[in-house]
C-alpha cells in the first residue's frame, strides 16, 4: 500500500530550519530578483520593453539571444550524445582518457575558451593566418556557438551518459529478438527512451547559453544578446532601469525553460530507475559505423585538447603571434601586485562559500525530502533559482539590492554589502553570489541520495527519542556525506569559475580573478590572460583533488547503506 | 510479568489522506483499549489501513480525528520523538554506519545515559538476543535474521512503554520467521511490555497475540482472542481471512435462541453455535473448518458430493469435494493410505455440529485462498 510519509507534526528544530531557508532563499534569491522587476518597470525600462514591440533593433537582440540558445542547446546536446553513446556502445582503447576530455570543460574559467578560439582562429590568428592564411568570421554567431558548445556539452554528455547506461538492455534484445535491426531498434527503442534526457539537456544548454556573458563580449563581436546588452547599459551607459528591462525579458526564457525542465526531468527519472541491467548492452561492431563514430569523439576531444594547450601553452610564449620564446613574464606579472590579490581573495571568499553552500543545499535537501508534506516542491523550485537564473540577472539584482543599506521604517536591517564602500569591501555581496550559485548542486545530489534511503531509517531514530536536530546530524548528515563532499566540490569550481554575477558587484577591494582575466582579454593581453586561466584552473583541480581524497578517506570504513526497503 | 504502565487507548482514530476529491479514508473510527502487557495484532490484507494505525500510535502520522492516549495522557500533540514507544520496522532501519552496538546504544545516548550503563545495558540486550560476539560487526555484515534481532533489541533497549511491530518478520524466510515469532512473543512475555504488532500473516497473528484486531477497508472488522476469531468470526471475511473454511448453506432455520440454533443442513438436523445476528438475516452460513470434517466413501446415490483431488502429505491428507455448497475441503489427519477416497468417487462427510458456527452472510461470494 502506498503510504503518504512525512505527515507527523513538525518539531521545533524542522520550524527553525523552514525558517532559516526560507529567511536565507529570500535574501539572497527573491528581494534581488524582485528588485530587477520593480527597476525595470520605472522610467527608463519602461521605454526599453515598449522598444521591445516598436524598435527592431531591440527585437533584433532578443531573436539573436534565443536563436543562440537554440543552436549551443542543439549542438551541444548532439555532442554529448555522440559522446556517451560512444562511452556505453563502442568498445575501444582510450575510454578512460575519451570519458576524461568529455568532462575536462566544466572546470574552465567559461572564457578561457573564447580567448583560447580567438587567438587560434581570430584576426590574424595562429591558425587562421599561419595556416589558412585568411580571415575566417570567428568573431559573431559562429564563434560564439563554437566556444559555448565546446563549454557546456559535458552537462549534456554527463546526463546522458547516465541514461544510457541505465536502460535496459534487455529491450533491446526483446526488439532484437523481434526482428528489428540494429538501425532500427536505435530508431525506435533507444532514441524515444532517451528524449526526456535529450530534452532536459537541450533546455539546461539553452539556458546556460542565453545566460551568458563573459563569451559575447569576448568573442560576440557585432552579434549582441540581452546578456550583454545589459551589461552595456548598465557599465557603459549608466541606465540603470535599462539594464534591468533587458534583465528581465532575459528572466522570461530563462524561467520558461527551467520550469518546462524541471518537467521533463521528471519524466526522465522513470527511465533512470529502471534497476539493474539484465543482459549484456549490444555493443556496436560493423567497422564503419564504429570508426565513424569513433572519429567524430576524437576529433572533439582534440579540439578540446587543443583549446586547453593553447590556454596553457599561452601562458608561457612571450608575445603571441610575435614572439614564441618561452617566458615566465606572464606570470611574474599576475603575481606581481592586483593579481596577487585577486588570487588570494578568490580562492578565500570560495573557501568561506564552498562549505556554507554545501550545508545549505543539503538542509534543503532534508527537509524537501523527509520534513514537508506541502511546498516541497515550491521549496525546491526557489532552491534551484540560484542556478537556473542568468547570472547577470542575479548580479544586476545584487547591485540594486546590496548597494545601499537595507532600512524598514528607518532602521538598518543589513548593512551596504556591496560595491564601493561597502563593509569588507564587498566581499560579503560576493560570497552570497558564490552560496546561492553553487548550493543548487548539493541540493540536488542530496536529493537524490536521501530519496534512496529508507526514510524508515529517520523514523526509527525519532522513535528512540531522537530530535530532528540530532537525527539530520548523526543520521541523515552522515548517510549522504559523499554527495555532500561532492557537492562541496561542484561548488567551489561553480564559485571559482563564475563571472557573470561577480562583475556587477566586484570591487577595488575584492579583485576577483574571473573579472581580472575578463579585464586582460578585453585589452588582448592574451598572455596575461592565459596565465590568470591556467593558474585557476590549477586551484579548481588541486581543491577537488584534495576533496575527492577526503570523500574516499572517510568512506573507506566499511559501513555502506543496506539496500532494504519498505515494501 | 505485567506491568501497571502502557495502558494504550485509541478513541475513534481517524485517518484522512489527500483532500478535495482524493479524499481516501485510510482508518476509520478506530477504538481499542490495550491492556497493559497485552500483545495485539493488528490483522488484514493490504490496504486495510493497519499500517496507518500504527503509524499514527507511533506519531508518524497526525490522526484526522480520534485521540490516542496512553496511561490517560494524550499523545496527540506529541512527535515522534517525546513519545515512550519504540518501533521495528519492516525494513529494520539499522542505521548503516553505525556499529550493532551503537545502533542498540543510540536511544540511551539520546537519553544522556552515563558511559558505564550505556555499556552495561547495551552488553544485557545483546546478549539476551544471543549477538554478543557481533556488537562490532556492520548492519551489513549481518543476515536478516540477525539485523531483525538487532532492530528488536535498539528498540528494546530503552524499555520503552509500548513496543510497535511493523511487519517485521515479511523480510525473513519461513523457517526464520517461525523462529523469530517464538522469540519474540519470549522476549514480550519476560519483559511484560505492551506490543502492537502489525502483519498480514495470519499465522504470525495467531501465533503471537493475546488479542487480533482484523481490519478491513479501514474499519475494525472483528476484536478478539485468537480462538474467537478463528471459532467464532463475526462476518464470512474473517472466516475466510484466518485460516481455511468451509461455508454449508443452510436448508432450513427451525428455532433459534440466545447463541443456539437448530437447523437442518445436507438433510440433516443439528444444533449448532450461532452468532447473534446470523438467526436475523435472510440467509446465514454455516462455517466448518476442514480439520472438523471426515469423509467417507460413499455409493453414488448417497453420496454428498465427488471427491476432485486429493493432495497427500503423510501426516493428513486433504480432500477436495464438489458439492451443491461449493467446493468443499476436508482435512484428515494421520490417515490410512488405502482408505483414502480416491479422485473420482462418490464421498459422504460429517462433523461434529458444535465445532461449526452459523454466520451472518453478507451476499459475498467466498473463495478459498
Sequence with gaps: ??????????????????????????????????????????????????????????????????????????????????????????????????????????????????????????????????????????????????????????????????????????????????????????????????????????????????????????????????????????????????????????????????????????????????????????????????????????????????????????????????????????????????????????????????????????????????????????????????????????????????????????????????????????????????????????????????????????????????????????????????AFLTGLMFAFARSMTTLSPIIFITTPDTPILTSLILAEADTVRYGYAFAFCTLLIAIVLVVMGLINLIVRKTQGTGYRPITVSAG | MARDTGNLKLTNVTKVFGNGDDKVTAVDKFNLTIKPGEFVTLLGPSGCGKTTTLRMIAGFETPTEGDIALDGKSMKNLTPDKRPMGMVFQSYALFPHMSVFENVAYGLRVQRLSKSEIQTRVADVLAKISLSHLAQRAPNQLSGGQQQRVALARAMVVEPKVLLFDEPLSNLDAKLRAQMRVEIREIQQSLGITSVFVTHDQDEAMSLSDRIVVMRNAVVEQTGTPDEIYRKPNSVFVADFIGRSNFFKVDKIKSKSSGKAKIEVNGKRMEVPAHPKATSTSNPVLLVRPESISVKAAKPTKALGTVTNIVFYGNHVEYSIATKHGEITAIESDPVYDEIVQPGKGATFEFDSSRSWLIPSDGTVVHEE
Design chain 1, 1 to 482: 500500500m502506498a503510504i503518504r510519509r512525512q505527515s507527523a507534526k513538525l518539531d521545533l528544530f524542522t520550524k527553525l530550519a523552514i525558517f532559516v531557508i526560507v529567511l536565507i532563499l529570500s535574501v539572497l534569491i527573491l528581494i534581488p530578483i524582485g528588485n530587477v522587476l520593480y527597476k525595470s518597470f520605472q522610467p527608463g525600462g519602461i521605454d526599453v520593453l515598449r522598444a521591445v514591440i516598436e524598435n527592431d533593433y531591440t527585437r533584433q537582440i532578443i531573436m539573436n539571444t534565443v536563436w543562440l540558445g537554440t543552436s549551443v542547446g542543439a549542438i551541444g546536446t548532439l555532442v554529448g550524445f555522440l559522446l556517451a553513446y560512444v562511452q556505453v556502445r563502442v568498445n575501444f582503447k582510450g575510454k578512460k582518457l575519451l570519458h576524461v576530455l568529455s568532462l575536462l570543460p566544466l572546470v574552465s574559467p567559461p572564457f578561457a575558451f573564447a580567448t583560447a578560439v580567438i587567438v587560434l582562429f581570430g584576426r590574424s590568428g595562429i591558425i587562421s593566418n599561419g595556416i589558412f592564411d585568411k580571415q575566417p568570421m570567428i568573431y559573431g554567431y559562429k564563434g560564439l556557438v563554437l566556444v559555448l558548445a565546446t563549454s557546456y556539452f559535458p552537462v549534456a554528455y554527463m546526463n546522458l551518459l547516465g541514461m544510457l547506461r541505465s536502460l535496459d538492455p534487455a529491450v533491446d534484445e526483446a526488439a532484437r529478438s523481434l526482428g528489428a535491426s540494429k538501425f532500427k531498434i536505435f530508431r525506435t527503442v533507444t532514441l524515444p527512451l532517451l528524449i526526456p534526457g535529450i530534452g532536459a539537456s537541450f533546455l539546461l544548454l539553452f539556458v546556460e547559453a542565453i545566460a551568458d556573458l563573459a563569451n559575447p563580449l569576448v568573442i560576440g563581436g557585432d552579434y549582441t544578446v540581452l546578456a550583454s546588452r545589459a551589461y552595456i547599459a548598465i557599465s557603459g551607459e549608466y541606465n540603470i532601469p535599462g539594464g534591468a528591462a533587458y534583465s528581465t525579458i532575459l528572466l522570461i526564457p530563462a524561467l520558461l525553460v527551467f520550469i518546462i525542465q524541471r518537467y521533463w526531468s521528471q519524466k526522465a527519472d522513470v527511465v533512470t530507475v529502471t534497476g539493474k541491467p539484465s543482459g549484456q548492452v549490444d555493443m556496436i561492431k560493423t567497422p564503419h559505423a564504429k570508426y565513424s563514430l569513433l572519429f567524430l569523439a576524437w576529433t572533439i576531444a582534440a579540439f578540446v585538447v587543443l583549446v586547453y594547450s593553447m590556454v596553457i601553452m599561452g601562458s608561457f610564449f612571450k608575445v603571441l603571434k610575435v614572439d614564441y620564446s618561452l617566458t615566465l613574464d606572464n606570470y611574474r606579472y599576475i603575481f606581481s601586485g592586483v593579481g596577487n590579490d585577486a588570487v588570494f581573495t578568490t580562492t578565500m571568499l570560495a573557501l568561506i562559500a564552498t562549505p556554507i553552500a554545501g550545508f545549505f543545499g543539503m538542509m534543503l535537501a532534508w527537509v524537501i525530502v523527509r520534513k514537508i508534506k506541502r511546498g516541497g516542491q515550491a521549496l525546491d523550485f526557489f532552491g534551484m533559482l540560484g542556478l537556473a537564473l542568468p547570472g547577470t540577472v542575479l548580479g544586476i539584482g545584487y547591485a540594486f539590492t546590496f548597494n545601499s543599506p537595507i532600512q524598514i521604517l528607518g532602521i538598518t536591517i543589513l548593512p551596504q554589502l556591496a560595491g564601493g564602500g561597502a563593509i569588507l569591501g564587498g566581499a560579503v555581496a560576493i560570497v552570497m553570489v558564490y552560496v546561492i550559485r553553487s548550493s543548487p548542486a548539493g541540493q540536488r545530489s542530496g536529493i537524490a541520495n536521501l530519496q534512496q534511503i529508507d526514510p524508515a531509517i529517520d523514523e526509527a531514530s525519532a522513535s528512540l527519542g531522537a530530535s530532528g536536530g540530532r537525527t539530520f546530524r548523526k543520521i541523515s548528515l552522515p548517510l549522504i556525506r559523499g
